[in-house]
């Protein structure tokens, strides 16, 4: 049976106007069909969906996907699902697809929180990334974070034993919120003792290696399934 929805006081996206592409626009019509998975309220068979046993990852809202197509490029070994709203995003991570000729990853267009409220399976998951998420920098605001502990906990239950949490943000005052509110958590334990380095398979993007020349500062945060 799906999990029991968490309260829904967050989304893990905000809507945002966004121009489509032709080249987008053209992947999404044509490998759509074959890439994007629906949204259903009913858990998914993710090895069916791959035809094939093997470790199974999820990211969470992964822009215009450029990380994620560099990591399952180099990752063939292992099947990912991404979670993104954004269709110029969708539409330009089915570009990448098509350009590497990945048959290990596949989309789901939708709101993450309930793709796994209803579609993932507890301890069916080898890993979750979530990579530079909405820091809602304003304080007012820092309710709208993803990273809060009803959304941790679900997570964690994901998770197979032994599997990771992997978040990354280059706000360092989310940074010291991820590692309260993931320390808090008895299911995960931290890898290191605060921070981890940057594992080679996370890409640095473009808007990251400027930050780094300018001085700014990224921390990741790499957690186990007890």
């Known amino acids: 049976m799906p999990t029991p929805p968490i309260n829904r006081t967050i989304r893990s996206f905000v809507l945002r106007a966004g121009r489509m592409g032709s080249g987008q626009a053209r992947a999404l019509a044509e490998l759509g069909p074959r890439f ?5 309220p009913a858990l998914l068979d993710l090895n069916a969906v791959f035809g094939r046993q093997a470790p199974k990852v999820v ?3 992964f822009g215009m996907g450029h990380a994620t197509a560099a990591i399952a490029d180099v990752r063939r ?8 709203v954004h269709e110029p995003g969708v539409g330009a991570l089915l570009k990448r697809i098509e350009e590497l000729g990945l048959e290990n ?5 939708h709101d993450a929180v309930e793709v796994f409220n209803h579609m993932l399976a507890d301890a069916s998951l080898d890993g979750i990334h979530i990579f530079f998420p909405d820091p809602w920098h304003k304080k007012r605001h820092h309710k709208r974070r993803l990273i809060q502990a009803d959304f941790v906990a679900l997570l964690a239950r994901k998770l197979k034993p032994g599997g990771y949490l992997h978040l990354a943000t280059d706000w360092e005052d989310y940074a010291r919120q991820m590692l309260e509110v993931l320390a808090a958590e008895p299911q995960l334990v931290n890898t290191v003792d605060d921070y981890a380095p940057r594992p080679e398979y996370r890409p640095l993007t473009k808007f990251e290696q400027r930050g780094l020349r300018l001085g700014h500062g990224v ?8």
């Open 219 to 226: 921390w990741d945060l790499v957690y186990q399934r007890r």
């Open 59 to 61: 990211e969470i809202g």
């Open 77 to 84: 070994e292992t099947d990912y699902l991404g979670l993104e």
């Open 36 to 40: 994007l998975l629906p949204f259903q």
């Open 105 to 109: 990853l596949r989309i789901v267009q």
